[in-house]
């Protein structure tokens, strides 16, 4: 079982949202449901609460493309929640499709302020908070806190479905760039850092694809089928706990096979 703080960006819908109540299952007591979109974080919260009846769930507002609501919602975290052990960086959005020949400047730049600098400068804020703390416990598996990023299979090789997602591509990329170099920083310093490179999973982004479109992309899958958000979910619990305690500066996949092919 899992103790501590969790912190989670968008936490109130999709993978960040199937990761809060894989935490909670699995021992997770107190929660910051930070998102976007302040209403459903506080839906999420409650019905995290409701589920679960010694769960406290804090829901926040975050806009990660923001420094200030970064720091906000980092500081309200700690002020309230007393520290922060496990933070997971999942707000993430498809961002504009065009190829890089037809592609507009603010259009891609918008894709990677939320993708890669809001991901980021999030996770720049829990390494100073981690940074302050101490371990939970004195056993060789503990640390002062683990991170999780959320890149994606595109974040390990480029794009083959048919919409021209290149700015998110790149994006993710850069998250499983800067992810390996903060894990070999901070990891004498006693903090973990991984990415998860999730394949197609069915979350809201997937409404850009047509119905032929999305069994297009279906059949390239060995498993034959799109990921639910708690397969993602459920592997970042594991990630986040002391059973992946050697894992540092990975990217790991889960993706029905998509990319071994």
């Known amino acids: ?21 894989s935490l909670a299952r699995h021992g997770v007591h107190q929660l910051a449901i930070a998102d976007l979109n302040f209403r459903a974080a506080q839906e999420t919260a409650h019905d995290l609460q409701s ?31 007393g520290r922060i052990d496990y933070a997971v960086n999942s707000a993430g959005i498809v961002g504009s499709t065009a190829y890089s020949s037809e592609h507009d400047i603010a ?28 371990k939970l416990d ?3 598996r503990s640390s002062r806190g683990v991170i999780v990023n959320v890149a994606s299979a595109y974040g390990l090789v480029g794009s083959s ?12 990329h850069a998250v499983v760039g800067f992810t390996k170099a903060d894990a070999i920083t901070y990891a004498p310093l006693g903090i973990r ?7 197609y999973v069915e979350t809201p982004m997937l409404s850009l694809f047509t119905p032929e479109g ?9 498993l034959g089928r799109m990921a639910q958000p708690e397969e993602i979910g459920d592997a970042i619990a594991f990630m ?22």
């Open 138 to 140: 004195e056993s060789p």
């Open 240 to 261: 986040l706990s002391p059973m992946s305690s050697y894992m540092y500066g990975s990217a790991m996949v889960v993706d029905g096979g998509f990319i071994a092919q």
């Open 214 to 222: 999305r069994r297009k992309e279906e059949s390239k899958i060995p």
């Open 1 to 21: 079982m899992l103790r501590g703080v969790a912190f989670i960006t968008g936490a109130a819908s999709g993978i960040g949202k199937a990761t809060a109540y």
């Open 161 to 172: 479905c048919d919409l021209p997602i290149v700015a998110y591509t790149a994006s993710k």
């Open 107 to 134: 259009a891609w730049q918008k894709t990677l302020d939320v993708n890669l600098n809001g991901v980021w400068m999030a996770s720049r804020e829990e390494i100073r908070v981690m940074l302050t703390q101490e």
């Open 193 to 199: 850092i991984n990415a998860i490179c999730p394949g």
């Open 51 to 81: 589920q679960f009846g010694d769960v406290e769930a804090l829901p926040l507002h975050l806009d990660v493309a923001d420094p200030a609501s970064i720091k906000s919602a980092i500081t309200e975290t700690v002020s309230q929640l």
